[in-house]
Nanobody, 119 residues
Framework: QVQLVESGGGLVQPGDSLRLSCAASRRAFSILTMGWHRQAPGKERELVAA????????YYADSVKGRFTISGDNVKDTLFLQMNSLKPEDTAVYYC????????????WGQGARVTVSS
C-alpha cells in the first residue's frame, strides 16, 4: 500500500508560479509510475503530467507543456510539480497518483491540493 500526501496548493495570480509536492509513504519511484492529475469545477479529472519509474520518461498534457515540470526525489520519495506562468484555466484540485508501470489504471491517490489562479 502506498500513501500519497500533497502539499503546496494555494491562491495565486495569473503569471505566478507554484510548486506542488507529494510525499509517498514508501520508496515508490523505483517501482511505480507517478503522475499529477487535476479536476476543475464541472470537468472530468485529467492527467496533467507523469513520470516513469526512476524518472526515465515524462509526459505532459498539451495544455501545460512548456509551463509545468514534473520531477521526483528518489531519496526523499517526493514527487514535485513546478507550475510556471499559471493561467486562470489551471484552477483545479490537483491530485498526486501512482500506478504499476505499464498498468492502465492509477491505483494510489492523494487527497488533493487546491490551486486557484485568479486576479
Amino acid at each position: 500500500q502506498v500513501q500519497l500526501v500533497e502539499s503546496g496548493g494555494g491562491l495565486v495570480q495569473p503569471g505566478d508560479s507554484l510548486r506542488l509536492s507529494c510525499a509517498a509513504s514508501r520508496r515508490a519511484f523505483s517501482i511505480l509510475t507517478m503522475g499529477w492529475h487535476r479536476q476543475a469545477p464541472g470537468k472530468e479529472r485529467e492527467l496533467v503530467a507523469a513520470i516513469s519509474r526512476n524518472g526515465g520518461a515524462t509526459y505532459y498534457a498539451d495544455s501545460v507543456k512548456g509551463r509545468f515540470t514534473i520531477s521526483g526525489d528518489n531519496v526523499k520519495d517526493t514527487l514535485f510539480l513546478q507550475m510556471n506562468s499559471l493561467k486562470p484555466e489551471d484552477t483545479a484540485v490537483y491530485y498526486c497518483a501512482a500506478k504499476q508501470a505499464g498498468a492502465n489504471a492509477w491505483t494510489y491517490w492523494g487527497q488533493g491540493a487546491r490551486v486557484t489562479v485568479s486576479s
